[in-house]
Each structure stands twice: as C-alpha cells, then as structure tokens.
C-alpha cells in the first residue's frame, strides 16, 4: 500500500468518525426519547397488573404477570375500540382532503404575484400551529357554546340555526378544530415545494402561450406531489391521534363517553378508568393505534404511487 492511499484513507477514517461524533447527540436524543419509549410499551403491552398480596383483594398490592398476547385479543374483540376507529376514520375522510386542499390553495396563492408582503401572510397562516392545541380547542367550544357564542349569535342573525354539538355535528365541529390549526402548518410544506420549483419552467411555458391556470395546472401541482404525500401521511398519522378536541368537547357534550375516540380508551384505559385498565392494557391499545395509523399511511403511499407512477 503507498503512502498516499495509506493517508487518504486515515483521512477518510477520521471524516467518518468526525462525522458520526456531530451525529451522536440527534442519535443519543432518538433513542431516549423516541425509540425507547416505544420500546418499553411494546414490552409492558405484554403483561398486566394483578393484585397480589393476602386478604380477599389481594392486600392493595400490584404486581405484572405476564400474558403474552392477551392484552391484543382483548382489545381486538372490544366493540368499543372499533367503533372509535371507525369514527376517527370517518373523520379523516372528513377532515384531511378540506385541510389539504385549502394548504395548497392558500400555498398558490402565496406563489403567484397576487399577494404582496407574503411574510406577514405565511406567518398570519402559520399562528395558529403555534397556539397549543388544548388551548385552540377551549375557543373553539366557546365559540360553539350557543349561550355565549357570537359565531352562533352571528348565524342565528342570519336566520341559520346551529348546533355545533348535535351528534350529527359534533365530528365536523372537531375537524374544523384541527383544520384551523394545522393548514397553515401544512400551507407552508406545499410553499417550500412551490418556490423550489425554477422560475424556467413557468417562464418557458409563458412563451409557449401557456395561461395561468395551465403553468398552475401542468407545471405546479404535478411538482408538489411529494409534498401532497408527506402532508397527507402526516395528516393521517396525526388524525388517528386525536384527543385534544374530544376530550375538551366531551365537558361540554355528557354523551361522549370515555371512549369516544382511540386515543381516549388509551389514556383513560392507563388510568384506570375503562377496564380492564393498567399500563399494559393502555400500551398495547397504543400500539394498536400504531399500527393502524402506520397500515393506512402504508396503504396511502402505495395507492399514490401506483396512480401517480414510482417516482416520489
């Protein structure tokens, strides 16, 4: 071996340890607070919380026995858990094509040279995602609230009258909730997409007699589409999560029971108020929200790409 391959290659070496040592902090971040957590509910979803000890209830005591696969066939066969994926499947189908749509039109808008001083617009879109979402759900019951709402003094005044919390209501009053906080969110990914799209291509087909409506058409949205994916999977992922909006609604709306939606049989199974409770019950009705959330973005993705062709 020369001296020359010899030293390029130390070279290299100390590149890649150089170069992992930057990285070890985001890896040693990952793990603790992502890949850890995961870990340990994979494994507490395998056990359950028995009472142990003497006397007739076991002394007060709780210890985890394992039971392998049990805390899963119970939640498969609970009805109630379905029909709450059931309803925040319903939801999404509501709530993330309106949420999509309206980012990207909102994105256009700020792309094209209607608008003047887009900076205060893109952050005027973008305030909302900075209010925390149990926040943005308390004024939105007030302003759904008939007896204080002057959204619904607003309506009666115009001869509509509205009931927010109906039954039949009460998922599209959530899915605005959400619509009205994460678009400007999602506005922003489908602006980034847009202004790295060069200014030829708009140009060449200028010249070539195109109008707007066609550059926006033929040019623009056909380029976005894999920002329309990660906005779509980020929306599906974040809609099987919800809970912010149903359990603020729920005060207000006695009929929705504690299992109202996945996450609320989660939370509320690890505390012990849904049975059977326990952190292994509530871990693995967490994961079992996983791995419905990550089955429809898999699908998702799939269907875009044997629609849309391999290139993502």
């Known amino acids: 071996m020369s001296a020359i391959t010899k030293k390029t290659g130390n070279r290299e070496r100390r590149d890649a340890i150089t170069g992992w040592l930057f990285m070890l902090p985001f890896v040693l971040g990952f793990a603790l607070v992502f890949l850890l957590p995961i870990a340990t509910s994979i494994y507490a979803s395998f056990f359950q919380q028995v009472a142990a000890g003497g006397g007739l209830y076991g002394g007060g005591n709780t210890v985890d026995e394992f039971v392998a696969f049990e805390n899963y066939k119970n939640i498969a066969g609970d009805s109630r858990f379905w029909v ?24 256009l808008i700020l792309d094209s040279y209607l608008v003047r001083r887009v900076t ?60 009205w906080t994460y678009t400007g969110y999602n506005m922003l ?8 799209i060069p200014n030829d291509l708009s140009e060449a087909a200028r010249l070539d007699g195109a109008s707007g409506f066609q550059i926006v058409t033929k040019i623009k949205i056909p380029m976005v589409r894999g920002a329309a994916l990660l906005t779509v999977l980020l929306s599906i992922i974040g809609t099987i999560q919800l809970y912010s909006e149903p359990t ?8 929705m029971e504690l299992d109202y939606m996945p996450m609320q049989i989660a939370y509320n199974t690890l505390n012990g ?9 509530g871990s693995a009705v967490s994961i079992m929200i996983a791995l419905i959330a990550g089955t429809l973005a898999v699908i998702y993705a799939i269907t875009d790409r044997k629609v849309n062709g391999n290139d993502l």
């Open 120 to 179: 205060v617009f893109r952050l005027g879109y973008f305030l909302p995602f900075a209010i925390p979402g149990i926040v943005a759900a308390m004024v939105w019951v007030y302003l759904y609230t008939k007896e204080i709402s002057p959204l619904v003094d607003g309506l009666r005044y115009l001869g509509i009258e509205a009931d927010f919390f109906h039954r039949n209501m009460v998922l599209a009053s959530m899915a605005n909730m959400t619509t």
């Open 189 to 196: 990914i489908f602006l980034a997409a847009l202004q790295a």
């Open 248 to 255: 603020v609604m729920a005060v207000i709306n006695t009929w």
């Open 84 to 107: 709450g994926v059931g309803r925040v499947l319903i939801y999404t189908a509501i709530q993330v094509p309106i949420m999509i749509i309206s980012a990207l039109i909102l994105a």
């Open 273 to 281: 108020k849904l049975s059977p409770s326990g952190t292994g019950p």
